[in-house]
């Protein structure tokens, strides 16, 4: 009798990212359905909110945590600095207890928001190395790339790139980044987002009124702009303030949402204003609440009318519940996205945000909702069915041949949604 394989599933998972959870929801729901007798761990930024969330055994990806930070940054950096020489013997013995290791979506290999190499491409770097010494076979999933500037981070990802057993890209843009950096991607696929598999948000009654859902985001640059990164975070509070005025004084009522723990202080900041500044309007136009997930944040969306987002995974929540928005683009991919969803001149980069041109879209939005609103549809269902073929391509090369049939699950069929234990 054979013993099914034991996965580790990889990730920035756990620490609030909405987007990241999104793909393990995805992920998750895949391979409990396709493959019911393999034992499931994460490996993670924040396990004991993972293990909290989907009951799945979870430790940490690196010795050192942020909660091990102390008040003297000496020691702090002492700490991370011993954090990178134990993890050179923890990681090797971690990774010899699995057989599959798999990263689920998110932007792995991106370094659109500022990136240190000795972080997080150092640390899946060295998952991935570990792994193929032990004869562990690893995935990176529908995964999003770019062309890293720095030198060292470039050498991590193609590294780590080449020691996959299994790619596959969310957009032909992350494949050629991977083929620009050096890797060889000609076996490589090409496919839909892994939280086009999730099932769309129950619709939900309807309210009086209409709604827009602004998602806000603690935007600071890329590496590239660290030296004016507060000057650009200043600059988009205050532009994104100033729409959501306008949107009250038009008679718009106001969903704030957010897709990390760092937009906190930004979804603050312009509920703060529009309290001061609309006293007499903010509380019955001004929504705020809180999401703890990617299923939370798909419901909160799909009562909205229309979206205005910049994380590439806000838009894909909307896109998901049918909802026509625009895109205050800080990366590649959330162009990529609007053009898959036939929204492509509705949107404009952030560091160059124009207000004036953002209302002018949004009445252009307005009015064009329920044709969109159909091509979006249309769009999210062959999202949907494509990922089906990827699924079978990965449980080919993970699992082995004679596993693919029962791999084919399309998503919502039965199968078992038991957590899994290790």
């Given amino acids: 009798m054979t013993t099914a394989p034991r996965i580790a599933v990889l990730g920035l998972l756990g620490s609030g990212n909405l987007g990241n959870q999104g793909s393990l929801e995805a992920m998750l729901q895949f391979l409990r359905k396709a493959h019911p007798d393999s034992p499931i761990t994460c490996v993670c930024s924040g396990p004991e909110e993972v293990e909290r969330q989907y ?23 002492g700490l991370k600095l011993f954090g990178k020489v134990a993890d050179l013997v923890r990681t090797p013995r971690w990774v010899r207890r699995y057989d599959i290791v798999i990263v689920p979506g998110m932007g792995v290999l991106e370094t659109t928001l500022q990136l240190q190499p000795w972080g997080w491409p150092y640390a899946l770097f060295l998952v991935f190395l570990s792994a193929r010494l032990s004869g562990a076979k690893t995935a990176l999933v529908g995964i999003g790339a770019n062309v890293a500037r ?73 590496n590239a702009d660290r030296a004016r990164s507060e000057q650009i975070y200043s600059d988009y509070v205050v532009k994104i303030t100033e729409f959501a005025r306008w949107l009250v004084d038009e008679g718009y009522r106001v969903r704030l949402f957010t897709g990390d723990p760092s937009d906190q202080a930004v979804v603050d900041s312009v509920a703060e204003d529009l309290r001061r500044t609309r006293p007499e309007l903010a509380d019955s136009r001004l929504i705020v609440e809180p999401t703890a997930s990617f299923g939370e944040l798909t419901q909160q969306l799909a009562a909205v009318d229309l979206v205005v987002a910049s994380r590439y995974h806000n838009l894909l929540a ?19 996205l609007m053009e898959q969803m036939g929204l492509a001149e509705f949107r404009q980069p952030i560091q160059s945000l124009d207000v004036a041109r953002l209302i002018g879209q ?59 234990e290790a």
Avoid at 365 to 386: F, H, N, Y
């Fill in 55 to 77: 009951g799945i055994p979870s430790f940490s990806i690196t010795w050192y945590r942020p909660q091990r930070a102390t008040r003297s940054r000496l020691t702090t950096i």
């Fill in 150 to 222: 720095e030198r060292s981070i470039r050498w991590l990802f193609r590294s780590t790139a080449n020691l996959a057993t299994y790619r596959s890209y969310r957009d032909e843009y992350s494949r050629d980044a991977l083929r620009s950096m050096g890797v060889d991607t000609s076996r490589d696929e090409v496919c839909p987002d892994l939280a086009f598999a999730l099932p769309p948000p129950p619709p939900p009654p309807r309210t009086p009124g209409r709604t827009v859902g602004l998602g806000v985001m603690a935007y600071h640059g890329s």
């Fill in 318 to 336: 909307a896109m998901t519940g049918s909802k026509p928005a625009i895109s205050i683009s800080y990366a590649a991919k959330n162009d990529i």
């Fill in 362 to 420: 949004f009445r252009a939005l307005e009015v064009r909702a329920p044709q969109l609103t159909a091509g979006i549809e249309s769009a999210c269902a062959e999202s949907s069915d494509a990922l089906q073929h990827q699924y079978a391509a990965l449980s080919a090369a993970l699992f082995g041949p004679d596993r693919v049939v029962a791999d084919h699950v399309k998503p919502g069929t039965p199968g078992n949604d038991k957590p899994q």
